[in-house]
């Protein structure tokens, strides 16, 4: 039976390892840090529990299908839908709740902004059916094997193109077609999720929005952690076995082909390797020598973010589990994030507050709060002075949206910063999806999911195709399941 390496953990790993278990392979991972799931872990402070991590989850028809491929029932992942995606707070006062789904976003523009209903609701139809247009050809194939991409879905995909808004910025898109700048604001956001910025990311990546606003996000029963510990415990099943705490050091080779990796702990012979681990550094570290696929790997960076959590003493009845409090010049944060790489005064804040739907997350009479501002890239900032000047800004405007002083109510507190990111997770300069999307057509230009200079390497995870978040990450891993069974000829 043939050996695979796995390095890394998070849920590209994790899925990837899965997918090459249940495809008769011997799979091994070796994970840096001693717990599993990379950035989707948890972490207790005292009776508060926090996702370290993600927070927005979507398609978990995703997490189903990997459920179903090991004959598993759906009931072994438990979800909830959230009935609202948002609650936003804006700078003039304005508080608005965004419900999930088609109609009722269509009627809060409406209300809310002053919107058309059926506009509004075409626009959305457009990016549904962008969105299912691009899936099979884009999303869950390989753009780098023809055969992939070359199916009936490519004609309607190519059909889409006038629908896509490729040539103009996210930006542009949504100004133009909504008349109040609030309603593009809230479209704009997206953007960061796949941390880009809406002023250069091309329209095309108004897709997720399809996934926020018609689909809605969904919420793991027990929290984010549960998707990686639901994947984990599948590998254990299918006889993965994990090593934890055990550093990737080098990736071995001869002859143009893949043989084995050399650990802190031991020389491990395979024939196949996964990288999980940020490509930028898998080429860095692991395969010093190897030529650098220099023109996909100098792209800019996605951005980093600067997280507090907070165990709050106290209940605010106008927060739900999503709040985002808007930056007034939002064009003006995402330019100190690209451009100068600076810290923003008034930055946009999101709280994600689990306790809401999951009462055991924080003591009676509280909340969990994870309190999140974009950050750029470390580009060697004065990061304690960075973080101390936006923890500032954060209470400075929670307290006065929320109307009570919130520093005297935090109860526990903990810290992670693009610093952290880069040391704990591996992530290049503290960026979270690798290369951003800010140009027109950086998305289709992320690295493969194989390598085109040694056999036996693949890549998964949100830095290489499809890209940034849970959803891609866990096609990168069907994609690497798909090439692997391709080049080893090997049955389902
Ligand atoms: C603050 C924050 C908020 C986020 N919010 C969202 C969100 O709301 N929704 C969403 O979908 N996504 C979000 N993301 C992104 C999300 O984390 C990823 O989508 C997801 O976790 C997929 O990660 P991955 O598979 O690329 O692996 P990662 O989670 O990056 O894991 C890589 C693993 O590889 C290990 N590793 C690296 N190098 C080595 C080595 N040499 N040897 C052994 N092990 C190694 C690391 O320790 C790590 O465990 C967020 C990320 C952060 C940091």
């Not at 088609?102 to 609701?121: I, L, N, W």
């Not at 600067?306 to 165990?311: D, L, M, S, T």
């Not at 109860?411 to 610093?419: I, K, S």
């Not at 949100?462 to 090997?490: M, R, W, Y």
């Amino acid at each position: 039976m043939m050996n695979v390496a796995v390095i890394g953990s998070g849920i590209g790993g994790l899925a990837s390892a899965l997918r090459l278990a249940k495809l008769g392979l011997k799979v091994s991972v070796f994970e840096a840090n001693d717990f599993v799931g990379g950035k989707v872990n948890e972490q207790w402070l005292g009776a508060y529990r926090f996702d370290m991590g993600p927070s927005v989850f979507t398609e978990p028809a995703l997490i189903e299908e990997l459920l179903s491929l090991v004959n598993k029932d759906k009931s072994d992942f438990s979800y909830r839908r959230l009935p609202e995606s948002c609650r936003y707070f804006f700078e003039d006062g304005q508080f608005v709740v965004v419900p999930s789904g088609m109609d009722e976003v269509a009627e809060t523009f409406s209300t809310q902004f002053g919107e058309s209903r059926v506009r509004t609701k075409r626009f959305l139809k457009r990016l549904s059916r962008n969105y299912q247009a691009l899936y099979p050809v884009f999303i869950e194939a390989s753009l780098h094997r023809r055969h992939h991409w070359l199916n009936r879905g490519i004609w309607k995909a190519l059909a889409r193109i006038p629908y896509y808004g490729m040539a103009t910025s996210m930006s542009a898109v949504n100004r133009r077609y909504f008349r109040n700048p609030k309603s593009a604001q809230l479209l704009n956001r997206m953007a960061t999720y796949n941390g880009s910025s809406p002023y250069r990311t091309p329209g095309l990546l108004n897709i997720i929005s399809h996934l926020e606003f018609n689909e809605g996000p969904a919420m793991p029963v027990g929290g984010m952690v549960r998707i990686s510990q639901t994947l984990h415990q599948l590998c254990l099943e299918l006889g993965v076995q994990f090593y934890l705490g055990e550093r990737v050091e080098e990736i071995q080779h001869q002859d143009q082909r893949v043989i084995g990796i050399r650990t802190t702990k031991q020389d491990f012979p395979c024939e196949i390797v996964v990288s999980n681990m940020d490509v930028h550094f898998t080429y860095e570290r692991l395969l010093k020598g190897l030529h650098y696929p220099t023109k996909i790997l100098n792209q800019e960076k996605s951005s980093s973010a600067i997280v507090f959590y907070w165990g709050i003493k106290g209940t605010f009845k106008e927060l739900g589990v999503h709040n985002i409090f808007f930056a007034n010049n939002y064009e003006a944060e995402f330019d100190a994030l690209f451009k100068t790489k600076t810290r923003y005064e008034d930055p946009t804040i999101y709280v994600h507050i689990t306790s809401k739907v999951e009462k055991s997350d924080a003591p009676e009479g509280s909340e969990n709060w994870f309190v999140m501002v974009n950050a750029p890239i470390n580009v060697g900032q004065d990061w304690d002075e960075f973080v101390a000047q936006t923890r500032k800004s954060c209470l400075a405007k929670l307290s006065k949206a929320l109307n009570q002083d919130i520093e005297s109510l935090v109860d526990v507190e903990a810290l992670n910063d693009p610093r952290k990111i880069e040391a704990v997770y591996f992530g290049k300069q503290g960026s979270i999806y690798g290369n951003s999307s800010n140009s027109a057509f950086s998305a289709f230009y992320r690295h493969p999911n194989f390598s085109k200079t040694l056999a036996g390497l693949y890549f998964a995870g949100v830095t290489v195709h499809p890209g940034g978040g849970i959803p891609l990450a866990l096609n990168s891993a069907k994609i690497v399941a798909k090439c692997v069974q391709e080049d080893f000829q090997l049955s389902t």
